[in-house]
C-alpha cells in the first residue's frame, strides 16, 4: 500500500484544514485507516482512525469534538477534517493504513500543519 498525503498548511488558530490521503491498491477497504502526528521534538502521536467500512472511528481525546476522520473507498482515500485549530495541533501529520492501538502497517510522507496563535 502506498499512501500520499495532502492538504497540509499554514492557518490562524481558530482556523480548518483538511487533509487528504490518498492510497494506491485494490484493497483499500479492507484496511484500518488513521492519521497520526509528530511535533517537534516529541514522539509521534496517535491522532484519529477509522475502520474498513467507515462505520468506527476513534479520536485522542485532545482532537475530540473538533476533528473528523472519514474515508471514501470509492476513491482510496481518507479525510481528516480539522476544526478550531490550536497552536498545539501544528507538527506533520502521517497518513497511516493498516492502524492497530498506536502503530500502522504502513505510513504516507506526512504533511506540515503550522496554527499561528
Known amino acids: 500500500v502506498q499512501l500520499q498525503a495532502s492538504g497540509g498548511g499554514l492557518v490562524p488558530a481558530g482556523g480548518s484544514l483538511r487533509l487528504s490521503c490518498a492510497a494506491s491498491?485494490?484493497?483499500?477497504?479492507?484496511?484500518?485507516m488513521g492519521w497520526f502526528r509528530q511535533a517537534p521534538g516529541k514522539e509521534r502521536q496517535f491522532v484519529a482512525a477509522?475502520?474498513?467500512?467507515?462505520?468506527?472511528?476513534y479520536y485522542t481525546d485532545s482532537v475530540k469534538g473538533r476533528f473528523t476522520i472519514s474515508r471514501d473507498n470509492a476513491k482510496n482515500t481518507v479525510y481528516l477534517q480539522m476544526n478550531s485549530l490550536k497552536p498545539e495541533d501544528t507538527a506533520v501529520y502521517y497518513c497511516?493504513?493498516?492502524?492497530?492501538?498506536?502503530?500502522?502497517?504502513?505510513w504516507g510522507q506526512g504533511t506540515q500543519v503550522t496554527v499561528s496563535s
Open positions: 491498491g485494490r484493497t483499500f477497504s479492507s484496511y484500518n
Open positions: 497511516a493504513a493498516g492502524v492497530q492501538l498506536s502503530t500502522a502497517a504502513y
Open positions: 477509522v475502520s474498513g467500512s467507515g462505520d468506527d472511528t
